[in-house]
């Protein structure tokens, strides 16, 4: 089945550091979705991208949907102590545009004050 | 507008008894997913359901395990004569019709002793 690969794995920054991350996969994904997780907690949508070449923006978080359609990357501005939690990636499977989503591993983040 | 809703949030069952998880989705959405999440690890799809229809049980184990999202009422996922290996974060998504974005609720947390 399709999978995606997201790195690193894990990071450690300082307060106010700027932080990226991507996602890759073998196959082509029509729609790219970041979420966050806090501990104890679902995932929340950060941003969604539709369209290949896509480069979105939500406050401090840019997004980008890549032109081959493998890979998608996550910036964070600035980074504050609340960034802390884990960063999915997800897309929808099997080619389509909606139903069932195929998450990576995630990317656990790390901020000290 | 209140978001996606689950109970319990924490699920406590010994072996061989029944686990129930409740979903209820987001106002005016009508597809539901649900998701198992294993100790750091990503989120794995489980089964995808509109209004009385399974869409796509895929990534359901073939015994022990259904899920219904009846015409009135939450949807429920189902576990019967559990077993340690079925603990877990159950969570569950809802998305308006054909659309790629889905919400998560807060999870059931199942432990079985």
């Known amino acids: 089945g399709q999978q995606l690969n997201q790195s690193p794995q894990s990071m450690f920054i300082q307060e106010g550091e700027d932080v990226s991350m991507n996602c890759t996969s073998s196959s082509i994904f029509n729609t790219w979705l970041w979420y966050k997780q806090d501990p104890g907690e679902g995932p929340v949508l950060l941003i969604a991208?539709?369209?290949?070449?896509e480069l979105t923006s939500n406050g401090r978080l840019t997004a980008q949907f890549g032109i081959t359609r493998k890979d998608s990357f996550l910036n964070i501005s600035a980074s504050i102590p609340s960034d802390v939690g884990i960063y999915f990636c997800a897309g929808p499977s099997g080619g389509t545009s909606y139903g069932k989503l195929t998450f990576g591993q995630g990317t656990i983040l790390t901020v000290h004050p | 507008n209140a978001g996606v809703m689950q109970n319990p949030r924490h699920l406590v069952r010994r072996r061989g008894q029944e686990a129930r998880l409740r979903c209820s989705p987001m106002k005016g959405h009508s597809h539901v997913y649900w998701y198992r999440q294993l100790p750091e690890e990503g989120l794995k799809f489980m089964v995808y359901l509109q209004k009385e229809n399974i869409i796509d049980e895929s990534g359901m184990p073939k015994e022990r395990f259904s899920a219904e999202f009846p015409k009135e009422g939450p949807s429920i996922l189902r576990i019967q004569q559990v077993v340690r290996g079925d603990s877990a974060a159950y969570f569950c998504?809802?998305?308006?019709?054909?659309?790629?974005?889905?919400?998560f609720g807060p999870g059931t947390r199942l432990l079985v002793l």
């Open positions: 998504a809802s998305s308006p019709p054909s659309k790629e974005t889905q919400y």
């Open positions: 991208l539709y369209k290949a070449g």
